[in-house]
């Protein structure tokens, strides 16, 4: 009866609108109240607790940094570094809004911020050049996604916390995945713009013309290369490399590019607190929800329920992940992190999984939810971006998600894509 109310409840507020950390917050006390002699005190206790984490300050110190980049200049110097390497292929611009995607998801850790920073100015540019603007939007859309996979990801610092794994770990293993994925998503951008006549975005680059735009991408492409290795240097943890890379953002904006004015850094400033906000105010509240799951020993009992009807491994992580791609069509991948973790987690073990090759799985299913109906935030951004429906971008979508689908299928059953580079 408890998980009846719990997730009916919470599924009927989802769809009724209202915002994802109360639709959590409601459906935790009504199960309290009515289902158990646990005081409610401990929702906002372990709101709290949730939100009073050394590791989860990372979180919005990624997002503000992010902001940074996206007004300080940094993004666009990305993409005139992307141009050079795939600028020359058949659908040029398609593929160097991909590979500038995945430059930002190293420095920014988040998908939302990865479609602002590169398809503000991308998109346009593709419709310029004839582009059709559905497949513009979809394809920043789906490129966005990766900004939460390649390291540093926001989500792997919140499953790390959950799980007690080292997000650092998680970072190394994210590298091969997000790679994969971004490499996909470019296969199907080529095969689309052969058949559609996308023309190339430049000739073959000259060494000259690589060694100016290197130069002038220089500040820009040192951020990955200071935050990832600083950690794996030993330097300094995950929380504090975001630090780090909002002071660099800041530092770079206002004295090497010159863009970051006092106005322009205020707007940054405040785009990213209201993110911010909006992010902790979910995670707190899931906090609770996920807490609660764990005193009434939820996972466990859904746990035995999957497991005692299917019976193999195939089939559970097949459910599982099913489970996660309809999740993340509804719920954002940060409170369905903290919410779904705790249920598989467990069973996962039992089947013999890696924590970290878990990590994987789940992030990435559930960050293929951005680009997917009703709730996927880049498919939002970028139907604002492209000024297209969100109907007409997600029929665009449909081949890079099947895509993605078949990524998240290798890094499901196949160890190595998570595990080869931390040696196991």
């Not at 006390?29 to 709290?48: D, E, G, K, Y």
């Not at 920073?117 to 603007?133: N, Q, T, W």
């Not at 394809?139 to 499953?159: L, N």
């Not at 630090?243 to 322009?264: D, M, Q, R, S, W």
């Amino acid at each position: 009866m408890d998980i009846a109310i719990l997730f009916g409840l919470l599924f009927v507020l989802l769809a009724l609108s209202v915002p994802i950390g109360i639709s959590l917050g409601i459906a935790t006390a009504v199960t309290i109240l009515t289902c158990s002699h646990l005081p409610l005190v401990l929702i906002a206790q372990n709101a709290f607790t949730g939100m009073d984490s050394f590791p989860m300050l990372a979180i919005p110190f990624f997002m503000l940094a992010g902001s940074l980049m996206t007004y300080g200049g940094i993004s666009r110097r990305i993409v005139d570094m992307a141009e050079c390497f795939v600028g020359f292929i058949t659908g040029g611009l398609a593929m160097v809004t991909i590979v500038a995607c995945m430059f930002f998801g190293a420095i920014s850790g988040s998908a939302a911020a990865t479609v602002s920073a590169i398809g503000s100015f991308m998109v346009p540019m593709m419709v310029e050049k004839k582009y059709k603007p559905d497949f513009a939007a979809a394809v920043i859309s789906s490129s966005g996604t990766i900004g939460c996979i390649i390291p540093p990801s926001i989500p792997f610092v919140v499953y790390g916390v959950l799980t007690g794994t080292s997000v650092s770990d998680l970072f190394i293993a994210g590298v091969i995945p997000g790679v994969t994925i971004g490499l996909a998503l470019m296969a199907v951008a080529y095969v689309i713009s052969k058949k559609e006549g996308y023309p190339r975005m430049s000739g073959l680059p000259t060494l000259k013309h690589v060694a100016k735009t290197f130069a002038g991408s220089i500040w820009a492409l040192f951020v990955p290369i200071i935050i990832l290795g600083g950690i794996y240097g030993g330097i300094f943890t995950p929380t504090e490399s975001a630090v780090v890379a909002t002071v660099y953002a800041l530092f770079v904006g206002k004295f090497i590019y010159k863009e970051l004015n006092y106005e322009v850094t205020m707007t940054a400033f405040k785009d990213a607190v209201l993110v911010i906000g909006a992010t902790l105010f979910m995670v707190g509240l899931a906090t609770s929800f996920a807490s609660y799951l764990a005193m009434e020993r939820i996972p466990i009992r859904i746990g035995g329920f999957i497991l005692g009807y299917a019976h193999s491994k195939f089939l559970v992580l097949l459910f599982m992940n099913i489970i996660f791609l309809i999740i993340g069509c509804f719920v954002d991948n940060i409170s369905s992190t903290i919410i779904l973790t705790p249920i598989f987690l467990p069973i996962v073990k039992q089947l013999g999984m890696d924590p970290i090759q878990f990590g994987m799985m789940i992030s990435i299913a559930l960050a293929i939810g951005f680009s997917t109906p009703p709730y996927g935030c880049n498919l939002f951004i970028s139907a604002t971006i492209s000024k297209q429906s969100v109907g007409a971008i997600a029929k665009r979508l449909v081949p890079f998600i099947l895509a993605m689908i078949i990524c998240l299928q290798l890094f499901t059953y196949v160890p190595w894509f998570s595990l080869a580079l931390l040696g196991r």
